[in-house]
């Protein structure tokens, strides 16, 4: 399986802060990556595939970059609806649609 | 509306047997690809397997081949995820959901590939 690292783990920030979480994979996945958001009691949901492709009805303050075995998510000016926890996936493996442990964003 | 509707939380002495679902509405449920997501508390979003409803053709993690079988009826437009024994180890929240982008042999086909429909998930609780 391709092994998948988020970093941090959690942050706390403020309504208003840009964010950024990075995810690396333990081979090159190409553009092979999609970023979730998870809220408690919810199903995730997708926010950007591709790496960097902003999933429609997504809101444009989130971003995705990267290829090869490094990506980042950036949220720019934090909504009080963003505190989650946002996990990064390969999609470059089938079935094994490994994911990255999570980073859980909370209030400051 | 696409929808994914799964079946009820679940409690159960290890050794049960256990069957979920996931049943589909909205959309020509036999032409596209769905996926089984665990979720153990506190942890990140394992696939475990993925079945074509057109013709049953599934593929799983190799975590899971053996552990769990997947299928589906498209008569009835419903997949499964069942378990013949189940273990404490099973507890976990497990989801379906639709996915894009995966083709023919069951790989995706370009990077545009993402569940863009998911159930709401059911929970699993294995307990004695």
């Known amino acids: 399986d391709i092994q998948m690292t988020q970093s941090p783990s959690s942050l706390s920030a403020s309504v208003g802060d840009s964010v950024t979480i990075a995810c690396r994979t333990s081979e090159n996945i190409k553009t092979y990556l999609n970023w979730y958001q998870h809220k408690p009691g919810k199903a995730p949901e997708v926010l950007i595939y591709g790496a960097s492709i902003l999933k429609s009805g997504a809101p444009s303050r989130f971003s995705g970059s990267g290829s090869g075995t490094d990506f980042t998510l950036t949220i720019t000016s934090l909504q009080p609806e963003d505190f989650a926890t946002y996990y990064c996936q390969q999609t470059y493996r089938s079935p094994s649609f490994t994911s990255g442990p999570g980073t859980k964003v909370d209030f400051k | 509306e696409v929808q994914l509707v799964q079946s009820g939380a679940e409690v159960k002495k290890p050794g049960e047997s256990l069957k979920i679902s996931c049943k589909g509405s909205?959309?020509?449920?036999?032409?596209?690809?769905i996926g089984w997501v665990r979720q153990m508390p506190g942890k990140g979003l394992e696939w475990m397997g993925i079945?074509?409803?057109?013709?049953?053709?599934?593929k799983y993690s190799p975590s899971f081949q053996g552990q769990v079988t997947i299928s589906a009826d498209r008569s009835i437009r419903t997949a499964y995820l069942q378990w013949t024994s189940v273990k404490a180890s099973d507890s976990a929240m497990y989801y379906c959901a639709r996915h894009l982008g995966i083709g023919d042999w069951g790989y995706c086909s370009s990077p545009t590939c993402y569940p863009d429909t998911w159930g709401q998930g059911t929970l699993v609780t294995v307990s004695s």
């Open positions: 079945i074509y409803p057109g013709d049953s053709d599934t």
């Open positions: 909205g959309y020509s449920f036999s032409n596209y690809w």
